[in-house]
């Protein structure tokens, strides 16, 4: 989940004269963190450099540090957590920065992004946080959907956030800005995708209160010669088989801790059905090579 403005960021750190501020220290720490492989099955992802960030991160709050890199640095220790299902470490992260957000207004859409002394920019890179914080919300919590959530449902006017590659070029301002009722059918970034990926969860898992793979109502899915009705978990776990087989084209770095979750179900669904063997056999391999480097997957 890009939520750093890659060129503001960075031409900070090249202003040779500045002091390093403990926020941007600590962002810069969990950052690292994010990009560390477990060097063995024994791997303990309370490495010290963990627990290093979350003194500074427990410091700083102390010390009434109100910035937007230090919530950026929170929001990059809870998705650390959640990948190696620390528990209950990422939920209480995950909630802090929720309420370090609204602290900090950015949870209010209109009246902060209609700031006009704020560049599109700064903007767009609140909007990214507070989205990133929701996503996350609902991630932490997707195993107890009876759980309150820290964050409330975003209505549908919400603005999504734009394109990635657009956001990181920090050029002209779109034209246009998608909101959460976009159809999903239109092109857009990872990260709006995701955001209206979070919203149906909040749709499905927190209103309805049942589990998203036990209804067996009919969805289409795309085979060979067209489309095909088939029970909603076995479509559920269908995408999912399709997902490991490209994984052998990504980096295991471009892989998200997030897809752990959906993998899991699919193979205890084709366990409970007794079917697919091939599929289960799958499946446990894209876990097994995701374990490599989040502990979630193990």
Not at 7 to 27: E, G, P
Not at 32 to 54: H, N, Q, V
Request: charged share 20%; with cysteine.
């Amino acid at each position: 989940m890009p939520t750093v403005a890659k060129k503001r960021f960075f031409r900070y750190l090249l202003k040779l004269l500045s002091r390093l501020r403990v926020d941007t220290a600590l962002l810069i720490v969990a950052m690292r963190l994010m990009t560390i492989f477990p060097l063995d099955s024994g791997f303990d992802p309370e490495l010290p450099m963990y627990l290093a960030a979350k003194r500074m991160y427990a410091e700083a709050e102390a010390v009434g540090i109100l910035t937007l890199s230090f919530l950026q640095a929170g929001v990059l220790i809870s998705i650390y957590e959640y990948g190696h299902t620390m528990y209950p470490a990422t939920f209480f992260t995950t909630a802090a920065c929720a309420r370090y957000a609204a602290l900090l207004g950015i949870d209010k859409e209109r009246s902060l992004f209609e700031d006009p002394s704020l560049t599109w920019v700064e903007v767009e890179e609140k909007r990214r946080v507070w989205w990133a914080i929701l996503i996350m919300d609902r991630c932490v919590n997707i195993g107890c959907p009876s759980r309150t959530l820290a964050t409330n449902e975003p209505s549908l006017n919400s603005p999504l956030p734009v394109d990635d590659a657009v956001w990181e070029e920090a050029g002209d301002m779109p034209d246009n800005i998608l909101t959460l009722s976009t159809a999903a059918s239109l092109e857009m970034g990872q990260l709006a995708r995701f955001a209206q990926t979070a919203h149906l969860s909040d749709i499905y898992c927190y209103s309805a209160q049942e589990p998203y793979l036990g209804e067996n109502d009919p969805m289409p899915i795309r085979s060979g010669d067209g489309f095909h009705l088939i029970s909603k978990p076995q479509a559920i776990a269908h995408n999912a088989f399709k997902i490991v087989e490209n994984f052998a084209s990504l980096s295991l770095e471009a892989i998200s801790p997030f897809i752990t979750h959906l993998l899991y179900k699919s193979v205890v669904y084709f366990a409970g059905s007794n079917s697919s063997p091939e599929i289960q056999e799958t499946l446990k391999a894209g876990l097994a090579m995701l374990d490599t480097k989040w502990r979630a997957a193990g």
